[in-house]
Structure formats: C-alpha cells, structure tokens
C-alpha cells in the first residue's frame, strides 16, 4: 500500500479568471493514461506517487488531469541525433 499523499495543484489557465473553475478540466483514468502514453499502468502509479504526474485521488482510484499529460510528455521529450 502506498503511504505518500498525493496533491494536484491545478494553475488556472484562463487570464483574470480567479474562481478556480475546473469543469472544463477533462481527467483521464490510470488505465488511459497508460495507454496514450504506451507504458504499464504500474508505470503511471509510480509517476503520481513520485508526484511527477499531478492527479486527484477519488475514492481509491486516481483520476489525471489530460494537460498534466500533455505537460509531462511535453517536458520529457527531447531530440536525438
């Protein structure tokens, strides 16, 4: 069993918008976060706990913000050759 806390501190992206709305936020289940990013499930487990991956845990499950994968991919990409 995992003993971290997890926390998601969502930047509203929306100039002069100081309400903190998120019902424009789409979140993405662990499962389908693994899938866009083609790794294992545990693999994504590990990135929230490690807090690299921001989510909101809801009831046992963790739900992920679809930018914060956006993000994620974005920051780890990087070119060869």
């Not at 979140?27 to 545990?42: N, P």
């Not at 490690?50 to 990409?77: K, N, T």
């Amino acid at each position: 069993m995992w003993s971290q806390k997890v926390r998601c501190i969502m930047p509203d992206k929306r100039a002069g918008s100081g309400s903190g709305d998120i019902s424009g936020v789409k979140f993405l289940t662990v499962a389908e976060v693994a899938s866009v990013m083609r790794v294992s499930k545990m693999t994504v487990y590990r990135l929230v706990h490690s807090g690299e991956l921001p989510a909101v845990r809801v009831g046992r499950s963790f739900r992920v913000p679809e930018d914060a994968v956006d993000e994620y991919l974005r920051r780890s990409f990087f070119q060869t050759g």
